[in-house]
Structures are given as structure tokens and as C-alpha cells.
T-cell receptor, first 111, second 114 residues
Framework: ELKVEQNPLFLSMQEGKNYTIYCNYSTTSDRLYWYRQDPGKSLESLFVLLSNGAVKQEGRLMASLDTKARLSTLHITAAVHDLSATYFCAVAVSGTYKYIFGTGTRLKVLA | NAGVTQTPKFQVLKTGQSMTLQCAQDMNHEYMSWYRQDPGMGLRLIHYSVGAGITDQGEVPNGYNVSRSTTEDFPLRLLSAAPSQTSVYFC?????????????FGPGTRLTVL
């Protein structure tokens, strides 16, 4: 069964702290995506990771990909309240046109 | 560009009724897809299309039909609504199938089936 697992599912953190969200997947994939969703809103693209060792950074967020371990991480540096949202990783299944999403990590940054 | 648009935003149906959720994009994207989002389950792929006239099933296709007669439009039809289809539905598109492009999501349709 194809699975994409994220942990933690819920994360409450203080402003200024660092933390990492993990995304493990069970299928072969050459493309991994991170999205952000604010409550009641649609999904917004954050990062596209295409190769082993890929690292991308935007502001306080940094994403990386290890295709051998089938693991991606989303690292949050010095969190601020505006980062409060649900974060999803999604994997493109190799050889298909299908995408599998993780269950999401709901992040709450406390002032 | 309006991006990806969906109508309606909200809909309440009775069990057994049918309806069509509309999705359109004005970016000339080849790939379009429909997802449902349920609490604690992330997004699950219902159907997708890699071009006009070409559609295929995703993870959870039962109870849904799609067609793609034009590049721009990708409607999702509920044949006989059931309470289990209560969900938020998102349409998404990307430039090419199997491309490295991200998917762009519409605003969603919140459907309740009584």
C-alpha cells in the first residue's frame, strides 16, 4: 500500500523556537511537494523537491529530500505566529500521474 | 489570470441527488485533478486528467464521474450523493502531466450530504 506519513500530526510551539516536520513515504518517487493550508482556505505551494539531497529555503522554512531514506523534512527556524497553518507533503508516484498526500501537520505557534 | 476556479463554494444535497462540481483553469494547464479532503486524512485523489479527452481514476473514484472535453474545464459529477461524500473538494491543475511543476489549487467546494 502506498503511504505518506507525516509526524507529528499536531505541533504547538513557542515563537522563536526551531522544529522539524517529517514526511516518510513508502513508494518510489522523484518529486516531492510541500504545501501550506490556512484554516478554511485552499492549499498554497511552498516547495518542489526533485532530487536526492535537494534543499530549498524560503524565509524561516527549509525543506530537504533524501530519496534513499524516502524521507523529507520541513524545518522551521525561529517560528513566528504567521507560520501557524497545516502543512502537507505530497509525493508523485513514479511512473504514474498520481499524487499521494500526507495527513498533514497542524502547526500552532504561540506568542 | 483567475487561476483555478470552482463553483459552487458551498452545497447541501439530499441523499440520492446528483450534482456537478465545476472546475475551470485559464492557465492552459494540461494536468487537472480532483481531491477530497476529510479531517485527519489529508487529500485523496479522486480522478485526474492529462489532457482533453483523457481521464483516469485516482485513489477514491467510486461514486464520481469526470469528463474533460476542453483543456480549461474538468467537472466532477456525483451520480447519487451519499453522506459519505460529505467533504471539501479541491480541484487542482499543473502545466504538464509528469512535470516537475507544482499543482495550483482552487478555493474548494464544501459539500454536505444529508
Amino acid at each position: 500500500e502506498l503511504k505518506v506519513e507525516q509526524n507529528p500530526l499536531f505541533l504547538s510551539m513557542q515563537e522563536g523556537k526551531n522544529y522539524t516536520i517529517y514526511c516518510n513515504y513508502s513508494t518510489t518517487s522523484d518529486r516531492l511537494y510541500w504545501y501550506r493550508q490556512d484554516p478554511g482556505k485552499s492549499l498554497e505551494s511552498l516547495f518542489v523537491l526533485l532530487s536526492n539531497g535537494a534543499v530549498k529555503q524560503e524565509g524561516r522554512l527549509m525543506a530537504s529530500l533524501d530519496t534513499k531514506a524516502r524521507l523529507s523534512t520541513l524545518h522551521i527556524t525561529a517560528a513566528v505566529h504567521d507560520l501557524s497553518a497545516t502543512y502537507f507533503c505530497a509525493v508523485a508516484v513514479s511512473g504514474t500521474y498520481k499524487y499521494i498526500f500526507g495527513t498533514g501537520t497542524r502547526l500552532k505557534v504561540l506568542a | 489570470n483567475a487561476g483555478v476556479t470552482q463553483t459552487p463554494k458551498f452545497q447541501v444535497l439530499k441523499t440520492g441527488q446528483s450534482m456537478t462540481l465545476q472546475c475551470a483553469q485559464d492557465m492552459n494547464h494540461e494536468y487537472m485533478s480532483w481531491y477530497r479532503q476529510d479531517p485527519g486524512m489529508g487529500l485523496r485523489l479522486i480522478h485526474y486528467s492529462v489532457g482533453a479527452g483523457i481521464t483516469d481514476q485516482g485513489e477514491v473514484p467510486n461514486g464520481y464521474n469526470v469528463s474533460r472535453s476542453t483543456t480549461e474545464d474538468f467537472p466532477l459529477r456525483l451520480l447519487s450523493a451519499a453522506p459519505s461524500q460529505t467533504s471539501v473538494y479541491f480541484c487542482a491543475s499543473s502545466m504538464r502531466a509528469l512535470s516537475t511543476d507544482t499543482q495550483y489549487f482552487g478555493p474548494g467546494t464544501r459539500l454536505t450530504v444529508l
